[in-house]
């Protein structure tokens, strides 16, 4: 099955903890996204990276950091310095990065982290 | 800055009525306009998209009405099911990333 593989779905931290949440995608995209999901306020792009060793900070990247070292993952730590981070977290790829009306985002099936 | 407005947050239909959900846009540079389906638990899936260049653009039940003079579009779902029930969330594109409104919660019962 091709797809995208985020893990894992729950996720605790305690206060001053990094934590790691995983993406893989077998679809042989070239770009990936971490999205944020807050109740009533959408989905907020934190990263995005269109090759292999290369990201862009999106709307709300304070307190988070990526790292793109092979196509297939791209790992999103939440940092200590992010005071807010309980939220919904998701994955996405497209084939390219989104240019016209054809670019698609496929997503995961998201993480949800929480503050002990 | 929320570049991307949807109404309304929620939304409730009888079983045959028609859904319709609202966006409106503020960036004239914006050349894609998706929508996503998302159920709980679950990632948004692509629904329908549109181009700018072109008015309206029908799927099966759901239809997407592009008015690019008034910035503004929408989603309507026809013959609306419980299967329907979900989150939906529109979305503007660029040249680099797609930004999303905020959801609109549909409950169709029955």
């Known amino acids: 099955d091709g797809g995208i593989t985020q893990s894992p779905k729950y996720l605790f931290r305690k206060e001053g903890q990094n934590v790691t949440l995983s993406c893989e995608q077998n679809?042989?995209?070239?770009?990936m996204y971490w999205y944020r999901q807050d109740p009533g306020q959408g989905l907020r792009l934190i990263y995005y990276?269109?090759?292999?060793?290369?990201?862009q900070k999106g709307d709300i990247a304070e307190g988070y950091s990526v790292s793109r070292e092979k196509k297939e993952s791209f790992p999103l730590t939440v940092t200590s310095a992010q005071k807010n981070p309980t939220a919904f977290y998701l994955c996405?790829?497209?084939?390219?990065?989104?240019?016209?009306?054809?670019?698609?985002?496929?997503f995961g099936s998201g993480t949800q982290l929480s503050v002990l | 800055q929320q570049q991307v407005k949807q109404s309304p947050q929620s939304l409730i239909v009888q079983k045959g009525g028609i859904s319709i959900i609202n966006c409106a846009y503020e960036?004239?540079?914006?050349?894609?306009f998706p929508w996503y389906q998302q159920f709980p638990g679950k990632g948004p899936a692509l629904l329908i998209a549109?181009?700018?260049?072109?008015s309206e653009k029908k799927e099966g039940r759901f239809t997407i009405s592009f008015n690019k003079s008034a910035k503004q579009f929408s989603l309507h779902i026809m013959d609306s099911q419980p299967g329907d029930s979900a989150t939906y969330f529109c979305?503007?594109?660029?040249?680099?990333?797609?930004?999303f409104g905020t959801g609109t919660k549909l409950q169709v019962i029955p």
């Open positions: 996405a790829s497209s084939i390219r990065a989104i240019r016209n009306y054809n670019e698609k985002l496929f």
């Open positions: 679809l042989n995209h070239d770009a």
């Open positions: 990276s269109q090759i292999v060793n290369d990201f």
């Open positions: 960036n004239t540079a914006f050349d894609y």
């Open positions: 549109i181009r700018p260049d072109v």
């Open positions: 979305a503007a594109g660029g040249s680099r990333q797609v930004t």
